[in-house]
């Protein structure tokens, strides 16, 4: 089993920059792929990131591509996800998961078998 810990979520103005940190521990060695979600208030959960575990291929939705990286630090089992020229519509709780089934989904939760525990960004307008 994976477990999935995430910090570094918080409040900024419109324009600003957040970097949001998904630490990775127990069975890290199974996990496949892992994702960045978020959901705001009556919205369902959707799509943000993606990266492979050996960090050579990464995947972005539409709405943040060129403005959102993920990246992982290898030596820490950490995941990334930084997050420039926020607009107000970023703002959710975000989510970070991880696929230990290889199941080649990446832009839906059900692809995805362990959660992190969320963190709340909110840009201000």
């Known amino acids: 089993q994976v477990q999935l810990v995430e910090s570094g979520g918080g409040l900024v103005q419109t324009g600003g920059s957040l970097r949001v940190s998904c630490a990775a521990s127990g069975r890290t060695f199974d996990i496949y792929r892992m994702g960045w979600f978020r959901q705001a208030p009556g919205k369902e959960r959707e799509f943000v990131a993606a990266?492979?575990?050996?960090?050579?291929?990464?995947n972005y939705a539409d709405s943040v591509k060129g403005r959102f990286t993920t990246s992982r630090d290898n030596v820490k089992n950490t995941v990334y996800l930084q997050m420039t020229s926020l607009k107000p519509e970023d703002t959710a709780v975000y989510y970070c998961a991880a696929d230990s089934r290889n199941t080649y989904v990446i832009n839906i939760p059900a692809g995805y078998d362990s959660w992190g525990q969320g963190t709340q960004v909110t840009v201000s307008s």
């Open positions: 990266i492979n575990w050996n960090a050579l291929n990464t």
